[in-house]
């Protein structure tokens, strides 16, 4: 018979999954208003107050999935234009390279690779902006 423990050990697990994309979510929109808002706005709609000092247009992050994705989110376009690191961006692009940024600021304290931690903040965000589509 299988011990209680080992029964809990999966429930939590379990519920560790069915969770986890709502935790992502929840810390991607904490991360989103400090490090993003300021150009996209807190609304993701392109206006944030330094929106208007850029020498390009900050992008509408409310139609990614009409624009950009045909009406389905491209969830993997979005993770590699916040990343930065493989993509070219715009000429003149003042949009920070988040994957550089946060791998130099990872702060890994379970064993994590500076790698993970900073794919981990990049996949919560973009979590969040998928619940933001229009
Ligand atoms: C200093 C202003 C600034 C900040 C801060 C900023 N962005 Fe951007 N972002 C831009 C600009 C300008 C562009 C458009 C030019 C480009 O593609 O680089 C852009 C482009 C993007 C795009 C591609 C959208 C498209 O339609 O091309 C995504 C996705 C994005 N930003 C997400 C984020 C996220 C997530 C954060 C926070 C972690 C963030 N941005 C922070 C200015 C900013």
């Known amino acids: ?10 429930a939590v697990s379990a519920l560790a999954v069915l969770t986890a994309p709502a935790f992502a979510e929840m810390a991607g929109e904490k991360e989103y208003m400090v490090a993003c808002s300021g150009c996209h706005g807190e609304s993701g709609m392109g206006d944030g107050p330094l929106a208007g000092l850029l020498n390009i247009k900050t992008p509408n992050l409310t139609t990614l999935a009409a624009e950009k994705g045909e009406g389905k989110f491209p969830f993997e376009w979005v993770l590699w234009m916040v990343d930065g690191r493989k993509i ?13 940024r946060y791998q130099a600021s990872a702060n ?14 990049m996949l919560s965000l973009v979590y969040y902006l998928e619940t933001i589509q229009q």
């Open 1 to 10: 018979m299988r011990k209680v423990s080992d029964i809990l050990r999966v």
């Open 88 to 100: 070219i961006r715009a000429h003149g692009s003042t949009m920070p390279i988040w994957g550089e």
């Open 108 to 121: 890994s304290q379970r064993g994590e690779t500076a790698e993970m931690v900073a794919r981990g903040r």
